[in-house]
C-alpha cells in the first residue's frame, strides 16, 4: 500500500502473523479456528486471529470477575490515572495505529488518524470524569434526614463494536466504564480483529506497568455466536452493542429476556435539509463528506438531502460538480478522498441497492458503479454515487451502508422538510443549512428534528466526544461518549439516613407501637 510499510506498523503494534483473540489482559490464549483479516485496501491477507470458544470465554469471566473485586475498591481518581496513561500510550502509537485502522478497515488515513484522537479525547474526558462522577442531595420530607444518591460500580461490561470505527467506539464505551469501575470484555468485529489485539496490547502494556490484576480489559474474537454469549450472560450486566438495526433487535431481546441494560447504536438514516436560506458553499462540503467521507460507512453518514425546489437545481449542480473532483483510491495515499468499501459482501449492497433506486423510479445523475484495474485489486472499491428519489421509497427507507446520496425535494415551509428528515425508522443524525433564525429553531424544537443529533450548518457526521452520541427510534435509543452517558455504566443507589433519636414514617403514616 502507498506510502506504508505496513510490517514496520504491526510490529510497532505488536501483531504477528497469527495472533491469539483471546485476552484476559497479558493473558493471550484462545482455541477457536483463526479468522484471517484481509485488507480492503489491496486484498492482502495482512495476520491472522484465533476466535474464542466457550471454555475461553468462561476463563475470561472469572478473570473479569476476580479483578473488578480490585478495580471497584480503587479510588476513581486512580483508575482516572491509568486511563491517563493510555492516552499517553495512544499519543506515541497514533501514526501505527492510525495506519493499521486505515489498512483494515479502508478509511482514510486522516480519518484512522482522527479516530485515534477520538480515543485520547475521550481519555482525557474521562480523566476529568473519574473526579466527578457525582449524584446529588435532595431535601427530605423528614426531619432530621439527610437524602442523597450516589453511583457504584457496576460490573463486567460486555462491548460489541462495529467494522467501521474499529477502535474509537471500544476506547468511548471502555475508557469511561474503567474510570467507573467497571471491567470490560471486548468483541471487535469479526472484519476488523487486528484493531482489537493492537488496542489490547497497548492497554495489556499499562495495567502491567501499573500491577493490576488480568481482567480488568478482556479481548474475545469471533463471530455473533461469540457476542452471544455475553448477551446471554448474566454476569454482564451491560451490553454496549455497536451496528445495525437487526442486529440491534436481537441483542435487545437477548439482554431484555435476562432484565439486563443494553446500550445500542444502531442504524442512521441522516439528512441534511437545505433551506432557501443555505449558505451554498457550506452545503456543498457538509453534503459531500458527510456522504463519501468513510465510504459512506459511518452511522452519521449523510443519505439524503432534502433540498428547497428554489434552490434544488443550483445545489444539485453544485454538488454533481464536486463529485468529479473526487479521487478514489488507496486510503493510505493522502491525496485520495474515497477509499474502499468494507469488502466484496458490502459492494453486492452497494450495486443492489442502485438497482433498487432504478426499479422504484429513482434517477441516478451520478451513475456509480464497482472499479477494477489497476490500484482496484481488492474488488472493493467503488464510485460515489447520487440518485434523485422519493422519500418513501423502500430503498431509501433503509440504511444501506455505501457512498449513495439520495436528492428529494420539498416546496413551501421548513415543517414540510422537517416531516420527510423525520420520515424514516432511523433517528440518529440530522441538520439544516440555513441562516435564517426562525427555520433554524423550528428544526431544534419539539415539532422539529426527532433525532439525537441535530445541526445548523454542519452536516451530520463528525460528531465530537464531548457530547451524548446516538439516537431515537430504529437507532436504539443509547447514549456513549461525553455529557453524563457515564451514567449508564454505573448503578444508582439513593440513601436516607436518620440522625434523629425518632423514627417519622414517610407519606404521614402514623404506626404507633
Ligand atoms: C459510527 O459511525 O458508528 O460523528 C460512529 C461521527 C463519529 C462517530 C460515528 N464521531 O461521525
Known amino acids: 500500500s502507498a506510502g506504508i510499510d505496513i510490517k514496520k506498523t504491526l510490529d510497532q503494534l505488536g501483531i504477528k502473523e497469527t495472533n491469539q483473540g483471546t485476552s484476559t489482559g497479558n493473558t493471550w490464549f484462545s482455541s477457536g479456528d483463526p479468522i484471517t483479516s484481509i485488507s480492503p485496501v489491496d486484498g492482502e491477507k495482512i495476520a491472522s486471529v484465533t476466535t474464542t470458544t466457550k471454555e475461553d470465554y468462561e ?27 493510555f492516552g499517553e500510550e495512544l499519543r506515541r502509537l497514533k501514526e501505527p495505529l492510525g495506519q493499521l ?13 482522527g479516530e485515534v484522537q477520538e480515543m485520547i479525547d475521550i481519555c482525557d474526558f474521562a480523566v476529568g470524569l473519574s473526579r466527578q462522577l457525582h449524584g446529588l442531595t435532595m ?38 466504564a474503567w474510570v467507573c469501575g467497571d471491567v470490560c470484555v471486548w468483541k471487535p468485529s469479526v472484519k476488523t480483529p487486528l484493531c482489537g489485539v493492537a488496542c489490547q496490547h497497548i492497554i495489556a502494556k499499562i495495567l502491567k506497568d501499573n500491577d493490576l490484576p488480568e481482567g480488568i480489559s478482556c479481548l474475545i474474537n469471533g463471530d455473533y455466536t461469540v457476542g452471544e454469549m455475553m448477551t446471554t450472560d448474566s454476569r454482564v450486566p451491560l451490553i454496549s452493542a455497536t451496528g445495525s438495526t437487526r442486529m440491534g433487535r ?91 468499501l468494507i469488502d466484496t459482501d458490502a459492494v453486492k449492497m452497494y450495486e443492489s441497492a442502485l438497482k433498487k433506486v432504478v426499479e422504484e423510479g429513482g434517477k441516478l445523475i451520478v451513475e456509480g458503479g464497482v472499479l477494477s484495474g489497476e490500484g482496484y485489486e481488492s474488488g472493493c472499491y467503488v464510485k460515489p454515487a447520487i440518485a434523485e428519489a422519493e422519500n418513501e421509497f423502500e430503498i431509501v427507507q433503509h440504511e ?8 428529494m425535494k420539498y416546496s ?102
Open 59 to 85: 476463563k475470561v469471566i472469572a478473570s473479569a470477575q476476580m479483578a473488578f473485586k480490585t478495580w471497584r475498591v480503587m479510588t476513581a481518581p486512580q483508575r482516572g490515572e491509568v486511563v491517563r496513561q
Open 101 to 113: 485502522v486505515s489498512y483494515e478497515m479502508g478509511k482514510s488515513y486522516q480519518e484512522g488518524l
Open 139 to 176: 431535601h427530605s420530607e423528614r426531619p432530621g434526614h439527610r437524602m442523597y444518591e450516589q453511583y457504584h460500580s457496576l460490573g463486567i461490561v460486555g462491548i460489541i463494536s462495529a467494522f467501521n470505527f474499529p477502535v474509537a467506539v471500544w476506547a468511548w464505551n471502555t475508557a469511561l
Open 250 to 340: 436481537i441483542v435487545a431481546s437477548k439482554v431484555g429476556e435476562r432484565l439486563g441494560k443494553s446500550l445500542l447504536e444502531l442504524g442512521g438514516n441522516n439528512a441534511i435539509i437545505v433551506t432557501p436560506d443555505a449558505d451554498l458553499k457550506m452545503t456543498v462540503i457538509g453534503a459531500v463528506f458527510g456522504a463519501v467521507g468513510t465510504a459512506g460507512q459511518r452511522c452519521t453518514s449523510t443519505r439524503r438531502l432534502i433540498i428547497h425546489e428554489s434552490m434544488y437545481d443550483k445545489v444539485k449542480d453544485a454538488i454533481v460538480d464536486a463529485y468529479k473532483q473526487l479521487n478514489i483510491g488507496d486510503p493510505l495515499d493522502t491525496n485520495n478522498h474515497v477509499g474502499p
Open 400 to 407: 444501506t451502508f455505501a457512498p449513495i446520496l439520495y436528492l
Open 412 to 513: 413551501g415551509e421548513v415543517e414540510n422538510a422537517i416531516e420527510l428528515q423525520n420520515g424514516v425508522a432511523q433517528g440518529l443524525s440530522s441538520a439544516i443549512m440555513t441562516n435564517n433564525l426562525r427555520e433554524s429553531e423550528r428544526f431544534l424544537s419539539v415539532t422539529g428534528s426527532d433525532c439525537g443529533i441535530a445541526n445548523v450548518n454542519i452536516g451530520t457526521s463528525g460528531a465530537e466526544i464531548g457530547g451524548a452520541f446516538g439516537g431515537e427510534k430504529d437507532t436504539g435509543g443509547g447514549r456513549e461518549s461525553g455529557s453524563d452517558a457515564w451514567k449508564v455504566y454505573m448503578r444508582r443507589q439513593t440513601n436516607t439516613i436518620n440522625y434523629t433519636t425518632e423514627l417519622p414514617l414517610a407519606q404521614g403514616i402514623k404506626f404507633d407501637l
